[in-house]
């Protein structure tokens, strides 16, 4: 079996100390012979109404009976009522289809009706998928508005940096220590701070020189040195903001005009580091290069009133901006927290050339929406105002001092982004109750008191023993809490795995999506091309809808492309072909050859035990096959796929 699963149909088997993912690789292939499931159950809109209304009574805001409790996804299952997959062995199924009055649920009122229960049922076969941060239970915890800068607590031995100092509170309740993050080597910390910062892998020599480098400021002249490399910042940084600005190079609506890029404004903008209040000002009053997330798509045909381009706007503003999740209220009152259709369709006035007549359920209601702000205490909009000056009014009250949502949303994502987990987890339910208030509020006041410096704060967060701590994992669906230990093990993104395969192998591509400035003899990177099929099977979106978090977990179509896909196998082969035509590589006996390959790709020289298995692959002479197959193997590893 794993001899068919080696990269090529024909190749001989790989070495299990080269390969680690090889079983990776089989388990999906197996799950990808299963039939494929129904269309998703759509638990905000389908599910929690029902839960609600029919069990919501018993098993919520305080009531459990029977030990039941449906607050949450992990409360539920940690009671046993649903097992995610397995309805037949569910309980919750078993009651509420019973015939029998003394055991089915609910006791009160009529039973659920055959559709009902299939709905429950599909929903618990596919998952029991839940809307991140959604609760049943009582609330709280309410966020607050204003900004709040709490006192930090002096320094002291492993509490030196702000960042760790934020964190005493929760340490201590927690029962954590700073002996409890323990700090990262340094060759492991030289490659997640370019990865995390520039989205690169250091060189050889950059390690070698950091590794030899006894000044005890050397970690901190190392981030400056990543940050003040303002292009590959931005070419880094560039695919965090199209993923949540919604900016493609290619696709719907560019064609006909319905649709236009933020590329060029946004592309400067991260060269300058603008300061954040200032390029959100732009962004909601917006010249001609920056209208284009404002104006949202013009779609063809009709559309569900939801999805007009006021309503896209007032989602997307909210989303992106202050983590609000307003999609359902726009159809109605949200099902899941506390925003109405009136504040929905009234942010969406704000960008309407029209009257906007309020729709429920994409059925109109007679009445007009008030243009207004989300958080009416900050200000108001002047409805009579033409759209240019209702547009410059609401950037006026999103950026305003008292605004303390707008800078929290962003210290928020650029924490979940270095860390793998949210402070507000879910990144995009900012009403949700933070892991630490005091890290949150600290690091959003100081972001405001620094300028709006987005750089300010990726090395602020870059410097704590936090961020410098060995790597943990974390199960989402262990059922147990999470519990802050320091970052988590992340996955490349689509982009930072192939520009380390293109910088190994020599195989950038030479066009760019867009003009992006002088680049001179640097090698091109994966954020500046339009997606191949690798990139999107690797996570990166279409950018049709708003994303401010990618999968994580290997899917199957990943495995798949990895294993044996055409895009990589062809980009081995060519990078194979190009070094072994390099003068430098190609005189180095074959040791030489696999030590280049583990010092460019790793970050460090292969054991013993690896040169010789290598060595195999390579051959000696060396063959373009065998290179080729030594590279898969490499990259393949979650040493080279995982940033620890």
Not at 452 to 470: E, G, N, P, V
């Amino acid at each position: 079996m794993l001899k068919k699963l080696t990269r090529g149909s024909q190749r001989s088997l790989c070495p299990p100390c080269l390969c680690g993912c090889i079983l990776a690789v089989a388990v999906a292939l197996i799950v990808a012979a299963k039939p494929q499931a129904a269309e998703p159950v759509d638990f905000a809109h389908e599910i929690a109404p029902l839960l609600k209304d029919r069990c919501g009574a018993c098993h919520t805001r305080g009531r459990h009976e029977g030990g039941i409790s449906f607050n949450t996804r992990e409360e539920l299952l940690q009671t046993g009522a649903a097992v995610p997959g397995k309805s037949g062995k569910s309980p919750l199924i078993e009651r509420v289809s019973s015939d029998d009055p003394d055991l089915r649920m609910p006791p009160q009122g009529e039973p659920l009706t055959a559709e009902q229960i299939a709905l429950l049922t599909q929903w618990i076969d596919q998952g029991a998928n839940w809307t991140e941060g959604f609760s049943f239970a009582e609330k709280s915890y309410v966020a607050g508005l204003a900004p709040r800068r709490p006192e930090l607590p002096a320094a002291e031995p492993g509490r030196e940096r702000p960042v760790d100092r934020a964190l005493k509170s929760y340490d201590e309740k927690h029962g954590l220590t700073p002996a409890d993050r323990p700090l990262v080597e340094d060759h492991v910390f030289i490659r997640r701070v370019s990865l995390d910062l520039l989205g690169l892998l250091p060189t050889p020599e950059e390690v070698d020189a950091f590794l030899a480098d006894t000044d005890p400021a050397k970690r901190e002249k190392l981030i400056d040195r990543l940050l003040a490399d303002d292009r590959a910042y931005a070419e880094h940084w560039l695919s965090f903001w199209n993923d949540l600005l919604r900016n493609a190079y290619t696709g719907t609506g560019f064609i006909d005009g319905g649709r236009t890029r933020i590329t060029d404004w946004l592309f400067r903008s991260l060269m300058a580091n603008k300061p954040y209040d200032q390029f959100v000002r732009e962004l909601l009053s917006p010249t001609p290069e920056s209208a284009g997330f404002v104006n949202g798509f013009k779609w063809r045909g009709n559309v569900n009133a939801s999805q007009s381009r006021p309503l896209q706007f007032s989602q997307n503003v909210s989303q992106v901006m202050l983590g609000i999740n307003m999609k359902c209220a726009s159809c109605h009152d949200s099902f899941i927290d506390d925003w109405t259709l009136k504040d929905a369709w009234g942010l969406a006035a704000i960008a309407s050339d029209d009257p906007l007549e309020i729709h429920r359920c994409d059925k109109p209601t007679g009445k007009v929406a008030t243009p207004g702000f989300v958080f009416p205490e900050l200000g108001t909009i002047d409805p009579s105002a033409p759209r240019d000056q209702r547009l410059k009014q609401l950037a006026g009250l999103m950026t305003a001092p008292e605004n303390g949502r707008l800078s929290r949303t962003m210290v928020n994502r650029l924490w979940q982004r270095m860390m793998g987990w949210g402070i507000t987890h879910p990144v995009d339910v900012m009403g949700g109750e933070p892991f630490s208030a005091d890290l949150l509020d600290y690091l959003a006041s100081d972001f405001a008191e620094h300028g709006y410096d987005l750089k300010h704060t990726l090395k602020r967060i870059a410097m704590s023993r936090a961020y410098q701590a060995q790597a943990v994992a974390y199960g989402v669906d262990s059922g147990k809490p999470f519990v802050f230990r320091g970052p988590l093990i992340k996955r490349m993104t689509a982009e930072q795995f192939l520009d380390a395969v293109w910088r190994v192998t020599g195989t950038a591509p030479s066009k760019p999506a867009a003009n992006f400035g002088n680049r001179g003899d640097e090698p091109l990177r994966a954020s500046l091309v339009t997606a191949d099929l690798l990139q999107r099977s690797l996570g990166r979106p279409n950018r049709e809808q708003v994303v401010s978090t990618r999968p994580t977990e290997l899917s199957t179509l990943q495995a798949l492309d990895l294993s044996n896909g055409e895009i990589l196998a062809t980009t081995l082969s060519r990078g194979a072909g190009h070094l072994l035509r390099d003068a430098s590589f190609a005189g180095q006996d074959v040791a030489g050859k696999v030590a280049w390959v583990y010092r460019h790709a790793l970050g460090r020289a292969p054991t013993a035990e690896e040169t010789e298995v290598a060595a195999g692959l390579v051959g000696e002479p060396a063959t373009q096959e065998g290179l080729a197959d030594l590279l898969w193997a490499v990259f393949m590893l979650p040493e080279f796929q995982m940033i620890h």
